[in-house]
């Protein structure tokens, strides 16, 4: 029985590290179930050296990292999103582009470890505790039975695990 694949859209202002670090963990642990991406809508242009640092400390590979504008998932030949996440308070107040397929939104608030302020341990510990965050999200995420749910039951499920709409 063929699986179908989701494909997921974490969304971001800078798309420097908190939807960076989603979309490489997301992409992997999701086993051809999940196909994750991410993207800001106002990209810094590269990723977060503590970012990738949290992501090879994982094992999660960084090759195909970087920081992207969310236009590119706006575009008509981009992958149709089932699923449009965003991680940062900034972006889930912003006016989206058109996502083709309504896909479901939801929106996981983690505070920025790039404004963590004080020493390197200090902003090293910042990126580490968000980077659990996201990966217990995800742990959750990936346990929704999203194949034998409809559209508004899953967004129910989304809603009442904590994971809203924007």
């Not at 992501?55 to 920081?67: C, Q, V």
């Not at 575009?75 to 889930?92: G, H, K, L, S």
Request: proline residues 6%; charged residues 20%.
């Amino acid at each position: 029985m063929n699986e179908k694949t989701y494909n997921v859209l974490f969304l971001c202002t800078g798309n420097s590290a908190r939807s960076i670090m989603a979309e490489a963990m997301l992409d992997v642990a999701g086993r051809g179930r999940f196909r994750a991406y991410s993207a800001g809508s106002h990209p810094t242009g590269e990723v977060h050296a503590f970012a990738l640092e949290q992501i090879t400390t994982l094992g999660y590979p960084i090759d195909n990292l970087r920081s992207k504008s969310w236009n590119e998932f706006a575009a008509p030949e981009a992958p149709r999103m089932d699923f449009v996440i965003t991680v940062c308070d900034r972006a889930a107040g912003e006016a989206c582009p058109f996502w083709p397929g309504q896909p479901i939104t939801a929106h996981w608030g983690f505070q920025d470890p790039a404004a963590a302020t004080g020493s390197g341990a200090d902003i090293h510990h910042a990126f580490a505790r968000i980077c659990r965050e996201i990966k217990t999200r995800l742990d959750i995420f990936q346990s929704l039975p999203i194949e034998k749910l409809d559209k508004l039951a899953l967004k129910r499920e989304m809603d009442r695990i904590g994971m809203t709409a924007p």
